[in-house]
Structures are given as structure tokens and as C-alpha cells.
């Protein structure tokens, strides 16, 4: 006769001990991972309005030939969810120069830690600026044909 060779009740609960300790860790880092992924997902579309509204505040300045100074703030809708954005227009040294900051969070209530923070410098008199820049259009026009060197 030959003897079966088997776990005996002490490895196998030491076994069930082990797996029962480290489930739960596993599951733990599983969980920090999804976290910090939705987190990524959520400064990567909170940068996007912000750089949305930085564009429509040029669009709209260089229409109005003139840059809305001060504090504005507003609700807007990217993926399908709602986003909260503040714009904060300040004077800089430079005159005619000003300091323009588009924070953005998920919630109203979130203005003091905002998911993105987006700061960029525009000249408040785009009516000058405008005739500035179609000037130096007209000034890189060559009379020549295409293919001519002149």
C-alpha cells in the first residue's frame, strides 16, 4: 500500500491566512489606480475648457476690438458633464498689458482648489494691435508671381 501525499490542515490554513491578507491589499491598490485614472481624466477635461474659454475670450476681444477687464465667471458643458470657470482679467505693469487667469473645477463649490488653472497675457487695446498686424501683412506681400525670385 502507498501512502497519499497530500496539504495538511495547518497549510492550508496558512495558505487561506496569506490570500486573505493580500486580497485586500490588492484590491486597495486596484481601487487607488481607478482613482488616479478618473482624477487624470478629469484635469486633462478641465484643461481643455480652460483653454476652450481662453480662446473664446480672444475670439470675442478681437471682435469687440477690446478685452473685457475683470472678474467673470460661468457654467459650461464638455463630455457630458458640467464644468464650473472663473476669469480673473488683471492690470499688469505693462500698460495696456493684461494678466488673464481661467480656473476650472467640477463643482461651483471647488473655486479654491480648481482641477486647472490656465494664466496668459493679452494687450487690452486690440483695435491698435489689429491695425498693427495688417500692416505687417501688407508689409511681407511680394509683387512677385509664384516661381519668380525677385
Known amino acids: 500500500m502507498s501512502a497519499a501525499r497530500g496539504f495538511t ?5 496558512v495558505a487561506l491566512a496569506v490570500v486573505a491578507i493580500a486580497l485586500p491589499a490588492l484590491m486597495f491598490a486596484l481601487g487607488q489606480q481607478v482613482d488616479g485614472t478618473a482624477y487624470l481624466r478629469d484635469k486633462s477635461l478641465a484643461g ?4 476652450n474659454k481662453m480662446e473664446e475670450l480672444r475670439i470675442v476681444s478681437r471682435a469687440r476690438e477690446n478685452l473685457e477687464k475683470g472678474k467673470d465667471s460661468g457654467l459650461v458643458e464638455l463630455a457630458g458633464r458640467e464644468w464650473f470657470w472663473w476669469v480673473d482679467t488683471q492690470a499688469t505693469e505693462v500698460e495696456q498689458f493684461f494678466r488673464v487667469e481661467i480656473s476650472v473645477a467640477a463643482g461651483e463649490e471647488q473655486q479654491d482648489n480648481p482641477l486647472a488653472i490656465l ?3 493679452m494687450m487690452a487695446d486690440l483695435e491698435g494691435a ?4 495688417d500692416a505687417g501683412r501688407q508689409g511681407s506681400e ?9
Open 9 to 13: 490542515l495547518i497549510e492550508v490554513l
Open 130 to 133: 489689429a491695425g498693427a498686424l
Open 142 to 150: 511680394s509683387d512677385s508671381t509664384p516661381g519668380e525670385t525677385p
Open 48 to 51: 481643455m475648457v480652460a483653454a
Open 119 to 121: 494664466v496668459a497675457f
